[in-house]
């Protein structure tokens, strides 16, 4: 009362938790077996012409599965101002995976069969997400409608459940590194930095060499992050992950009559 450019006005804010098993499948905690010709039949008697009905492992169980679950935390406020020519929708919120599930790393080791999910620790996604909209009448019969939405997040895993035991996935010739750490965003890319070629044999020369051996000319020149002079794993780094800076979108309506477009 009293501010007559102000609409209206709603504060607001919220908790919730919520389980999940929605990435898991319902076999997760069961180790399983197969059977076929090609890989579980023996021919015990060593006749070369009959076989006897075997079984391998297919699937790794995990018994100690459990949901994972979201914890949210959010506040923010609607204000229309002017009669409704301007609106502000803003939003902050804090998103705790627990127990998140992502699926577990052979060791070289074991067995070649399929592995089963496991819970690995903590996600955390903070945000801030800002909608702007403008209303009015262009003439009597025709109106239109200005949206714009904003949104930013930053995502990070805050807790391992084996700290300081990071997982990697991806770590062959053909396939993108991901590196899932404590204090870095999930699926971050790990690798190394290219920073342009060796152009001549003056700039091989003065590079870096490629675990220990002279680099060719025309091959890629790499960022020496330890500053050794020789590029190896210790140079491997964070490339970057796949979640955006910010996202934005933009709208534009127009109402003539009982029409709209």
Do not use: C
């Not at 579980?40 to 070369?48: F, M, Q």
């Not at 459990?66 to 939003?91: C, H, P, Q, R, Y």
């Not at 239109?144 to 991806?170: M, W």
């Amino acid at each position: 009362k009293g501010i007559t450019w102000i609409t209206d006005l709603k504060l607001r804010g919220g908790y919730g938790e919520v389980g999940s098993l929605s990435n898991n499948g319902p076999f997760n905690p069961f180790s399983t077996f197969r059977t076929g010709p090609g890989f579980g039949n023996y021919d015990l008697n060593g006749t070369n012409n009959s076989a006897f009905l075997g079984y391998r492992q297919g699937t790794l169980g995990n018994e100690n599965t459990k949901w994972e679950t979201t914890v949210s935390k959010n506040v923010g406020f609607d204000l229309t101002i002017l009669n409704g020519k301007w609106a502000f929708d803003f939003n902050l919120y804090q998103n705790d995976t627990r127990d998140l599930l992502i699926p577990r790393n052979r060791i070289n080791t074991e067995p070649t069969v399929n592995q089963p999910n496991e819970n690995i620790g903590t996600m955390r996604n903070n945000g801030v997400e800002l909608g702007i909209t403008n209303r009015g009448n262009i003439t009597k019969d025709l109106s239109y409608d200005l949206q714009v939405n904003f949104s930013h997040y930053t995502n990070e895993i805050i807790k391992l459940n084996e700290a300081g035991n990071p997982v990697y996935y991806g770590l062959d010739r053909f396939s993108n590194a991901i590196k899932i750490d404590r204090g870095l965003p999930i699926s971050t890319f790990w690798g190394y930095q290219v920073t342009g070629f060796y152009n001549t044999q003056d700039d091989v020369n003065k590079g870096a060499k490629l675990a220990g051996q002279p680099a060719k000319v025309g091959t890629w020149t790499y960022l020496d992050r330890n500053n050794d002079g020789n590029i190896n794993s210790d140079d491997a780094g964070v490339i970057g992950n796949p979640h955006p800076d910010f996202q934005m979108g933009f709208n534009i309506g127009l109402n003539y009559k009982n029409f709209d477009f």
